[in-house]
């Protein structure tokens, strides 16, 4: 029901428009369960978020928070939030360019053997895509628990023209709401890493 009911009533798409109000346009790559997005637009009516993921667990996850059981078809869903169920890198390329004012990459999967690194979202080739659409002055958000994959960034974004550089932080900064994904890297004792990287002028 979930995904056949709720999925269509959110799927991002140009007959599925933000409505009046919306004066920011944020995406989020890959969610997983949904809580981050979920208080992002709890917290900011102003902003529409597109969240993508494609796992259908996590899909399922975010859909089930927002209905209750038996109000799939019905039940009241945020107006400022759309769910595009594919690659975000696909997203990137539907949206126009210089159109997002913030975008955000919780703990993306670290794939930390070498052999993997091009499967890696903050990679060159999707760095350039995540600027080409990010508006002049827009964020990119960061954060990862795995050291292979803090060093990659520091790599990847300290040799491009694209975005100023961020200090990595190891406090949650303020605003940013926590993650699932987040929460069993700190009760596994990893220490992860927060980054804003701003979308030169
Ligand atoms: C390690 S999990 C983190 C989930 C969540 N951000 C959190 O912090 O709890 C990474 C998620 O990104 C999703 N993902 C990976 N690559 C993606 C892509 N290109 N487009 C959309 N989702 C993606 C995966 O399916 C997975 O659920």
């Known amino acids: 029901m979930l995904l056949d009911v709720t999925l269509p009533r959110l799927r991002w798409g140009a ?3 933000f409505g009046a109000g919306i004066e920011q346009l944020w995406v989020e790559v890959g969610f997983g369960g949904g809580e981050h997005s979920r208080a992002l ?3 900011n009516p102003g902003a529409g978020l597109i969240a993508c993921e494609v796992f259908e667990q996590g899909l399922c996850s975010l859909l089930a928070a927002l209905v209750p059981q038996g109000a ?3 039940g009241a869903l945020p107006a400022n939030l759309r769910v595009w169920d594919d690659d975000a890198r696909a997203l990137l390329r539907a949206l126009p360019e210089g159109s997002v ?3 955000f990459l919780m703990f993306p999967d670290p794939w930390p053997k070498a052999r993997h690194a091009k499967r890696r979202f903050v990679h060159p ?3 350039a895509l995540v600027a080409s659409r990010l508006k002049p002055g827009a964020e990119w958000r960061i954060a990862s628990d795995d050291p292979t994959y803090q ?3 520091q790599d990847v974004m300290g040799t491009q023209d ?3 550089g961020a200090e990595p932080k190891h406090q949650r900064p303020q605003g940013w709401p ?3 994904y987040e929460t069993k890297a700190r009760a596994a004792g990893r220490r992860p890493v927060y980054w804003v990287f701003t979308r030169r002028k």
Do not use: C, K
């Open 41 to 43: 637009v709890a917290a």
């Open 72 to 74: 799939e078809a019905t």
């Open 101 to 103: 004012d913030r975008l």
């Open 15 to 17: 007959q599925n428009p």
């Open 178 to 180: 926590p993650t699932r």
């Open 162 to 164: 694209f975005f100023t």
């Open 125 to 127: 080739d999707n760095v």
């Open 151 to 153: 060093d990659w960034v």
